[in-house]
């Protein structure tokens, strides 16, 4: 796939992106969130629109992002979505600005309740909220057009520049993913900002590769289901060449988020769950670190869900 790759960016400041528009990258890199979260300042008639805060206790991100901002005014704070890498600032530079607080009407996250809750077409500020869960059940893209009419999307971590997106049930649906692809496949933006990594052009190439690589893996899914029931820590692992315990973990999940996906659609059916997991499968001693805060899914849930067991109808 078409992926882009950058230098580490610097650290501290505001990078110009476009007019009107700069990013300031947390220091949270890791395989999950590439050189880091990207914190977006858009200025505006009234003041700056920022898109999300920002990994949790993370002060020194929120004091970057305020220093940033200098003596304009935050007016608005937006949420893609309510993952950790995203949401977990959004208290801080809250109470250090005053902003409310825009996000999906139904969050995510246990105890969150944005000040605007967004519905899928809701606009603000010259921003347009997409609803486009998949990666997560909450998730908004924010559609906005530069002074020169090009209109870009900031696409969160449902399309990112440099890696495919988690799909982590339950907060992660494979279906809905395939629908959201389907309905930014059918825009026409012409450059996506996204949540990790930097600016994608010509986005719709790499959106219609993410749909074809995601329809080619169930392809192969439905092949060794045809062959034999499967576990799921088995089939990621026959299916994964991974070797970090994180992206083992990661796939596995998007392995459950595919046969739920042909359960859902009457193609597979789940059977009772395994009790002993596969010699190579990863071990989860403690919280699975980067794959608990991209998903939103518990330790426990996920030992329970790597053991669980499909077959075709």
């Given at each position: 796939?078409?992926?882009?790759?950058?230098?580490?960016p610097?650290?501290g400041?505001?990078?110009?992106?476009?007019?009107?528009?700069?990013?300031v990258?947390?220091r949270?890199p890791?395989?999950?969130?590439?050189q880091?979260?990207?914190t977006?300042?858009?200025?505006?008639?009234?003041?700056?629109?920022?898109?999300?805060?920002g990994?949790?206790?993370?002060?020194?991100?929120?004091?970057?992002?305020?220093?940033?901002?200098?003596?304009?005014?935050?007016?608005?704070?937006?949420l893609?979505h309510t993952?950790?890498?995203?949401?977990?600032?959004?208290?801080e530079l809250?109470a250090a600005?005053?902003a409310?607080v825009f996000?999906?009407?139904?969050?995510?996250?246990e105890?969150?309740?944005?000040?605007?809750k967004l519905?899928?077409?809701?606009?603000?500020a010259?921003f347009?909220?997409l609803?486009?869960?998949?990666?997560?059940?909450d998730?908004?893209c924010?559609?906005?057009?530069?002074k020169d009419?090009?209109?870009?999307l900031?696409?969160?971590?449902?399309?990112?520049?440099?890696?495919?997106?988690?799909?982590?049930?339950?907060?992660?649906?494979?279906?809905?993913?395939?629908?959201?692809?389907?309905?930014l496949?059918?825009?026409?933006?012409?450059?996506?900002l996204?949540g990790?990594?930097?600016?994608?052009?010509?986005?719709?190439?790499l959106?219609?590769?993410?749909?074809?690589?995601?329809?080619h893996?169930e392809g192969?899914?439905?092949?060794?289901?045809?062959?034999?029931?499967?576990?799921?820590?088995e089939?990621?692992?026959?299916l994964?060449?991974?070797?970090?315990?994180?992206?083992?973990?990661?796939?596995?999940?998007?392995v459950?988020?595919?046969?739920?996906?042909?359960?859902?659609?009457g193609i597979a059916?789940?059977?009772?769950?395994?009790?002993?997991?596969?010699?190579?499968?990863p071990?989860m001693v403690?919280?699975?670190?980067d794959?608990?805060g991209?998903?939103?899914?518990?330790?426990?849930?996920?030992?329970?869900?790597?053991?669980?067991?499909?077959?075709l109808?």
């Amino acid at each position: 796939m078409s992926f882009l790759q950058e230098p580490e960016p610097q650290r501290g400041v505001a990078l110009d992106v476009l007019p009107g528009i700069r990013r300031v990258v947390a220091r949270n890199p890791s395989v999950m969130t590439y050189q880091g979260t990207n914190t977006y300042l858009i200025d505006g008639e009234d003041g700056l629109t920022v898109i999300d805060p920002g990994p949790k206790k993370d002060a020194q991100h929120v004091a970057e992002i305020l220093a940033a901002a200098g003596s304009v005014p935050v007016k608005r704070i937006f949420l893609t979505h309510t993952h950790t890498d995203h949401w977990g600032a959004t208290a801080e530079l809250q109470a250090a600005t005053g902003a409310p607080v825009f996000a999906y009407k139904v969050s995510a996250r246990e105890g969150f309740t944005p000040d605007v809750k967004l519905e899928d077409g809701d606009a603000t500020a010259g921003f347009t909220a997409l609803h486009t869960p998949g990666h997560a059940a909450d998730h908004l893209c924010f559609e906005y057009r530069l002074k020169d009419g090009r209109k870009i999307l900031f696409s969160g971590d449902h399309v990112m520049s440099w890696s495919s997106s988690i799909v982590s049930p339950p907060d992660g649906d494979m279906l809905d993913y395939y629908r959201s692809l389907g309905l930014l496949l059918a825009r026409d933006d012409e450059l996506y900002l996204s949540g990790h990594g930097p600016l994608l052009p010509e986005p719709r190439k790499l959106v219609a590769q993410l749909l074809s690589h995601r329809q080619h893996r169930e392809g192969t899914i439905l092949a060794e289901l045809r062959a034999q029931e499967w576990g799921v820590a088995e089939l990621a692992i026959r299916l994964y060449n991974k070797t970090d315990p994180f992206l083992k973990i990661a796939a596995q999940r998007n392995v459950l988020a595919h046969l739920l996906k042909l359960k859902a659609e009457g193609i597979a059916q789940e059977l009772a769950p395994g009790t002993v997991l596969p010699e190579d499968a990863p071990v989860m001693v403690g919280p699975p670190g980067d794959v608990q805060g991209e998903s939103g899914g518990l330790m426990e849930q996920m030992r329970q869900d790597a053991l669980r067991r499909f077959g075709l109808l």
